[in-house]
């Protein structure tokens, strides 16, 4: 059974740092694209970050690109989404994603997500 | 960038039949995933590549694309579907789009 499983969240002050983690098992993780998808409270989805098997080829949406930063360590498991710079607009549930049939596919499978808060 | 809109709600007594849609410009040459979001929990998808169903979800649920609006059709609607309800895209690398989303109210 696939999981993925998100922590890190958390309250920060703005211009703060955060760094997300996703621990990755019941699948061959080296062999799938990952996202961070994040959802404001009451809002919709949104598309944050996306990252190819081997790490060569990774995406930030363009609303955080040059804050955010998306990584993984396929020897762990684990994908990662360093924040900075965070701003209250930031504030959502960062949800981890398996991404099917990379690039043009869909997201299969989703963690529970972590709060990130961006407030004094 | 790509837009995809969706209705904010659609409203269906139990056992119709609920046709949630999603409009982009000639959608129909993209492929369209869709995803149900209950209360308080993550997305789950239930329709993929415009119309295949993965494994676990009801055969009530189905979907359609053409010209520039993809359809999600849940049929004989129970309480249990109600929640949110999200098209996607992929439009090119570094650019995957969700619609704003529809909540389903039964």
């Known amino acids: 059974e696939v999981q993925l499983v998100e922590a890190g969240g958390g309250l920060v002050q703005p211009g703060g740092s955060l760094r997300l983690s996703c621990a990755a098992s019941?699948?061959?993780?080296?062999?799938?694209?990952m996202s961070w998808v994040r959802q404001a409270p009451g809002k919709g989805l949104e598309w944050v970050a996306t990252?190819?098997?081997?790490?060569?080829?990774?995406y930030i949406v363009d609303s955080v690109n040059g804050r955010f930063s998306v990584s993984r360590d396929n020897a762990k498991n684990s994908l990662f989404l360093q924040m900075n710079g965070l701003r209250p607009e930031d504030t959502a549930v960062f949800y981890c994603?398996?991404?099917?049939?990379?690039?043009?596919?869909?997201?299969?499978?989703w963690g529970r997500g972590t709060l990130v808060a961006v407030s004094t | 960038s790509y837009v995809l809109t969706q209705p904010p709600s659609v409203s269906v007594a139990p056992g119709e039949t609920a046709n949630i849609t999603c409009e982009g410009d000639?959608?129909?040459?993209?492929?369209v995933h869709w995803y149900q979001q209950r209360p308080g929990q993550a997305p789950v998808v239930v329709v993929y590549?415009?119309?295949d169903r993965p494994s676990g979800i009801s055969e009530r649920f189905s979907g359609s694309n053409s010209g520039n609006t993809a359809t999600l059709t849940v049929t004989r609607v129970e309480a249990g579907d109600e929640g949110d309800y999200y098209c996607?895209?992929?439009?090119?690398?570094?650019?995957?789009?969700f619609g704003g989303g529809t909540t389903l109210t039964v």
């Open positions: 590549y415009d119309f």
């Open positions: 019941g699948f061959t993780f080296s062999s799938y694209w």
């Open positions: 996607q895209v992929w439009v090119r690398s570094g650019d995957w789009v």
């Open positions: 000639n959608i129909g040459i993209k492929n």
């Open positions: 994603a398996l991404l099917e049939s990379a690039p043009g596919g869909y997201f299969k499978n």
């Open positions: 990252i190819s098997q081997q790490g060569g080829q990774k």
